[in-house]
């Protein structure tokens, strides 16, 4: 039962990037999905979920406009659609679940499953 990440990379300012987060060995039926990122030296923080209940998507104001999640249940994978990139966008990203389907407020401690990271590196 593991996450898998995977999109990241080195993009220039204003560029785009697609994330790609995917479960294996279970499916997100019954989960919240969210994506986080941390950059160096700061605290890991909540960028956008998707909420299971409702299906409503959660955008932090600071992407919001410019990230999108999305999810395809067929193939077990959430997305992050990331445009207009920006130097303050250089982060590890994280995607992880909520077993209480919520997803909101973005909480660390709600979420039990991370993935393991892809980088995002945005140069200016």
């Known amino acids: 039962v593991r996450l898998v990440e995977s999109g990241g990379g080195l993009v220039q300012a204003g560029g785009s990037l697609t994330l790609s987060c995917t479960a294996s060995?279970?499916?997100?039926?019954?989960?919240?999905v969210g994506w986080f990122r941390q950059a160096p030296g700061k605290e890991r923080e909540g960028v956008a979920s998707f909420n299971n209940r409702d299906n409503t998507l959660y955008h932090a104001p600071s992407v919001k406009g410019r990230f999108y999640i999305s999810r395809d249940d067929a193939k077990k994978t959430v997305y992050l659609r990331m445009n207009n990139l920006k130097a303050g966008d250089t982060a590890v990203y994280y995607c992880a679940t909520d077993i209480t389907g919520w997803g909101t407020p973005m909480l660390l401690s709600r979420y039990d499953n991370w993935g393991q990271g892809t980088q995002v590196t945005v140069s200016s």
């Open positions: 060995g279970f499916s997100f039926d019954d989960y919240a």
